[in-house]
């Protein structure tokens, strides 16, 4: 047997600007928060709809609002923490963090079917936790493009010292 070795890729793996990436974290993490506040406010104040709690509870609901927007917070910020460790250790991985958060988007969508809420209630949970899929995936996608710091293919080559005259 001639024993091929597959020539390893030369190329560095590229770093990430850490401060960058997560203060775009935190910014989408704020954003999440305030989609899902005013989606609960637009369902129960302007459609009637039971969003996470009865009508009896009023336009604000009860403490499941503010725990909703916690939940809608931290998942951004997981999202931050995902796609660190991937673009550290995987190759492409944008293509990989897009299909987590699509996948992602898919079953928090489907998540309010298997309660015993109105109809109403499940599809406009379903469509509350489509834009926020969106809006955190889209976000923290941009961010991480801007975070990553290329590494060049070729380092550039020593300079040599001017001959003397």
């Known amino acids: 047997m001639t024993g091929y070795n597959a020539p390893t890729d030369p190329r560095p793996s590229p770093t990430v600007n850490a401060g960058k990436l997560w203060a775009g974290g935190a910014a989408t993490a704020a954003v999440a928060a305030l989609i899902a506040i005013a989606g609960v406010l637009l369902g129960r104040g302007l459609f009637n709809v039971d969003v996470l709690a009865p009508k009896g509870q009023g336009v604000w609901g009860d403490a499941s609002t503010g725990w909703y927007a916690l939940g809608a917070a931290l998942a951004a910020l ?5 796609v660190h460790v991937l673009i550290i250790t995987t190759p492409r991985p944008m293509r990989f963090f ?4 699509a996948l992602a988007t898919v079953v928090a969508m489907l998540a ?30 941009g961010t991480a493009k801007t975070a990553i710091v290329p590494v060049p293919a070729h380092p550039a080559p020593r300079p040599y010292p001017r001959p003397y005259r």
């Open 78 to 82: 997981a999202a931050t923490g995902l």
């Open 98 to 101: 897009g299909w987590v958060m």
């Open 112 to 141: 309010p079917f298997v309660t015993d809420e109105s109809l109403g209630s499940r599809v406009f949970t379903a469509g509350l936790n489509f834009v926020l899929g969106v809006a955190i995936g889209s976000l923290v996608a």
